[in-house]
């Protein structure tokens, strides 16, 4: 592989730029009828598009935590949103400092500290180990997970919000701004026309556009790039498309009901479904997403969001090729999880079914050795825990497989074709759900496993329930769930063979790498530990020299 | 459960003895016909021997991580001797701590401290969060691992030994005297006859037996208890009956020919053998052991090393009887793994035959809630984890089953019948072996599975082997591998379910309790986050409070 020094510290540098929540198939280049995204467009035309990407929960929190990680979540533990991923845990901080590269946040993480193993351990946020620590790994240049909700228990993020304090500074007049303005519209009576509610979502946000937070994050990430003078790393993760769905002018106006495809649901999917499938079919964010009129309204708001996001993706790349650092910069665009706004009759992720679980993951590499992909796509099974080891590689490192799990990209983006995994795997742990309950469920079996081939999908629920299966080859669109009748046994045994080869992997055994585990072979001998010998003539002399000669003269009392 | 308030501080203590590679059926009360040990028996006789109890792994190290952290082997990840225990996983220590307990080391633990992860987190020994990391959350009494061999590279164990530094106090002329004296005899030539080797192991360990290593440490407990002034948990842990197999007068002649069984052995046994477990008959210590020379040498050692270890207890029960010490203190005998001696033609450990994984378990309860079972044995499958949990729930707390795997043993101590596990678990990394290469596998590959229901033992090799089983009802003996034949899919598909089933638990869901995760729902939505409103009737006022009212005025610079 070849290495174009280029970067400013010699090297590349990483531009890890996240979304949230935006669905695999809302940009032009994954073939959107209606939304032009030219920007993502762009970068897939100077990189690599992955068809077939999928995340490891779909669940925001535990999701980032995989991407940060490089590790599946049953491994990480960190499995829901506001679940602190536990002092120690390696992150991308780890790794790629390791190999001189800085590592840093820009917007959102959803990271929730492990407070109680800080304290444990001694940890104080005011260190730069407990900083580190209590922010999953990064550096922080600005954090905003972007979700200042108030309610009757006070703030759901017990952070400061720069975003608000920005707000606030350019003379926005309220305590929280993001809620009044940035993510709230104005009624024909003056009233403030809140974001949460999704009769407004055609409303215009009561902001200046450049005001939003895509925006503001986005020349947060160029006022970074611009200072910064080593190889890094920049998270820029945005809130949006994310809820609350409502966006400034001109966004809010840019599609109707002629650009709202038709919900991606059947009959068949509500006779007799999979227990957990009908207890998320049956809660208020499903039940709302399956009127029309409320499609109708959110929809076009979402798209006027990913719209947003495109143009300011232009803006960074603008700036990008302006200094220059478009050819020593890697950049991937990507998300945490998908919507399913009204697919499969659900509303928000959770589930597994590709609107939920299956992700954009656009990357481009500078380099030359990746010439020969520029504008291709992929069709392997990426995961999210593989832009963890690819960044490691692309920082000049080796991979510490006995740590990160996912594998490294780069030589799908050489154009080789490596030997690769047979199946994917996600897992939604709902514990913390009213469906727990729901369903009679203790907070242990509260979890689900996907595992999917490229053609299967298998969904296993612990708790005791039958198993869920699709093949998308023959229904690319998920409705038939062929568990619920005989016929693919060996479909469903094959599938349940990987997850249980999945569930004896080596997650933990984060101590010793294999290299370091081939040179122990034989080092206790050499260090006098011998449990084998009968009579010393089966080893070198050098390893029993210790054990002979002259017995030491008697000790004192010794009567012998 | 009552709490009888007769230890120091209102509580009872916790005296966990341990001894090393004590085969569970080298015991009086346990069968054999030739040793008699009358102070295990005692304890047996006041207490509940468990005549199913398993270790998670095989191997020293491995083993102790599980008793010490109340987790499967894959759970902590420290799969094999010096293997570091990650900084921050959770060791009784923190546990017990927790409910005002004491945790003390006195003895072995073969614990390598994470120095690679104590230094990411600027974590020092010089410290006690530090000190405690580096020692397996115990504060050390005394350590020693009792393995001061030394070779050409110096010496396997990096530690002081205090038991040297006795030795030499005692006036042992040596620089070792561990290994010049404690493990070896003088032959007919005045020269060292190494313990190392199994040709010497008849002969008496050159040392007054007061001076050798049981007596030794067993002083040792006496002075730790004799001072302690809180509750404490102290965990007394032998490195005999291990290997180096010498032992001083009078018991290197107190056991002969007569008293050595016949090895448990099968031809059978040699025909077309697992590759795995024909690779370990192959090796030296199998070698050495397939011979009767051996056996007839090395046994009667291995014995007389017991019968010195149940004198000792003996000493020490005496002591807990004179300072009334018997009445407030739980004392657990137990052992980290068995040795084959010779049985299924191997030596050592390793594999999952019950001459290697099954431990003796014996658990007396001073506390009146468990008279009614004194001098009982429990067939229930116990795990070695279960001492964790067995061990936070003696000591007054709540088991926080989302870090600890094993189950609290106290219901079967005190007569009930609680709901039970099917089927346990050890695993067994031989990854660091010359068998490792020697099968052609790499490191992450080299890897054993058992499980076991009562009666049937499954044991999975990954690699792409096939697997072992055997009916320890039709062949308690273990000869008959029925994977070799046809006519027994049934079962392994059953053990494999099993096994699936445990690779799928939750085991790094650490940072959040079964309680926490309850008292987490609806939480979010009563601060602000409520992403499932058409128009925010669907909810009670209070919760949208924040996101009503008259729009604040316009901000600057706003023409709308």
Redesign the interface.
Same mark, same amino acid.
């Given at each position: 592989m070849s290495k174009t020094p280029r970067a400013p510290g010699g090297r590349m540098n990483i531009l890890f730029i996240m979304y949230d929540q935006l669905r695999h198939d809302y940009l032009s280049c994954a073939g959107h009828p209606h939304l032009h995204t030219p920007n993502f467009d762009r970068v897939a035309a100077m990189g690599v598009r992955f068809t077939n990407a999928y995340v490891q929960s779909t669940i925001c929190g535990s999701s980032r935590m995989s991407f940060y990680t490089g590790r599946y979540v049953?491994? %990480?533990?960190?499995?829901?949103? &506001? =679940?602190?991923?536990? +002092?120690?845990e390696?992150t991308l901080g780890?790794h790629l400092r390791r190999e001189g590269m800085g590592c840093w946040l820009i917007g959102k993480t959803h990271m929730r500290a492990?407070v109680?193993?800080m304290e444990?351990?001694?940890?104080s946020r005011d260190?730069v180990?407990g900083a580190r620590?209590a922010e999953c790994g990064f550096d922080v240049w600005i954090r905003d997970d972007g979700?200042w #909700?108030?309610?009757?228990? #006070? =703030?759901?993020d017990e952070n400061r919000s720069p975003y608000n304090e920005y707000l606030k500074s350019?003379?926005? /007049?309220?305590d929280?701004?993001w809620?009044?303005?940035a993510n709230?519209g104005?009624?024909e009576n &003056?009233?403030?026309?809140?974001g949460?509610? =999704?009769?407004n979502a055609d409303k215009p946000a009561?902001?200046?556009e450049e005001d939003s937070e895509t925006p503001w994050l986005t020349r947060q990430a160029i006022a970074f790039i611009e200072q910064a003078d080593e190889p890094w790393c920049a998270h820029v993760s945005f809130i949006k498309p994310h809820? /609350?769905y409502i966006v400034p002018a001109p966004y809010h106006a840019l599609y109707g009901d002629n650009h709202v495809p038709g919900a991606s649901r059947h009959p068949a999917e509500r006779e007799d479904p999979h227990p957990v499938f009908g207890a998320y079919m049956g809660?208020? +964010?499903a039940q709302?997403f399956q009127?029309d009129e +409320?499609r109708r309204k959110v929809i076009p708001a979402y798209m006027g969001l990913i719209k947003q996001c495109d143009d300011q993706l232009g803006v960074l790349l603008d700036f990008l090729e302006r200094t220059g650092r478009i050819q020593d910069t890697m950049i991937v665009l990507t998300s945490d999880h998908g919507d399913y706004l009204g697919d499969h009759w659900l509303?928000?992720k959770d589930l597994f079914h590709d609107a939920s679980v299956k992700i954009p993951l656009i990357i481009y590499d500078p380099r030359p050795s990746a010439d020969a992909t520029r504008g291709k796509t992929c069709d392997a099974l990426a995961e999210s825990i593989d832009l963890a080891a690819t960044f490691v590689e692309a920082a000049g490192g080796k991979v510490p497989d %006995?740590i990160i799990e996912g594998r490294s990209l780069v030589p799908w983006l050489n154009g080789e074709t490596p030997q690769w995994r047979d199946f994917v795997i996600s897992e939604y742990?709902y514990?913390?759900?009213?469906h727990?309950?729901e369903l009679g469920l203790?907070? !242990?079996d509260a !979890?689900l496993?996907m595992v999917f081939d490229g053609r299967y999908k298998l969904m %296993?629920a612990?708790g005791g329930f039958r198993p869920m299966l699709f093949d998308l080859e023959a229904d690319p669109q998920e409705f038939h769930d062929l568990a619920k009748g005989d016929g693919h046994e060996a479909e469903t045994e094959r599938l349940?063979g990987y997850?249980?080869q999945? &569930?004896?992997r080596?997650?933990? !055994?984060?101590?010793?790498s294999?290299d370091d585990?081939?040179a122990?072979?034989?080092?206790?001998?050499?260090?006098?530990?011998? /449990? =084998?010998?009968?009579?010393?003539t089966?080893v070198p002399d050098?390893?029993?020299?210790?054990?002979? #000669?002259?017995?030491?003269?008697r000790?004192? #009392?010794?009567d012998?």
């Open positions: 049953s491994s %990480h533990g960190a499995q829901w949103n &506001g =679940f602190p991923l536990r +002092v120690g390696q780890d492990d109680d193993g444990r351990l001694g940890l260190s180990i620590q979700l #909700g108030e309610g009757p228990d #006070g =703030f759901y350019k003379g926005y /007049p309220s929280n701004p809620s009044d303005f709230a104005v009624d &003056g009233d403030i026309a809140s949460w509610m =999704f009769a009561n902001i200046r809820w /609350p809660n208020r +964010v709302a009127q +409320v509303g928000e %006995h742990d514990s913390p759900t009213p727990c309950a203790q907070p !242990r !979890r496993f %296993h612990e349940y997850l249980a999945w &569930g004896r080596l997650a933990q !055994r984060v101590t010793r294999e585990i081939k122990m072979r034989g080092r206790s001998a050499r260090k006098g530990i011998l /449990p =084998f010998l009968v009579d010393g089966e050098e390893l029993t020299e210790k054990y002979r #000669g002259p017995a030491p003269r000790y004192p #009392g010794d012998a």
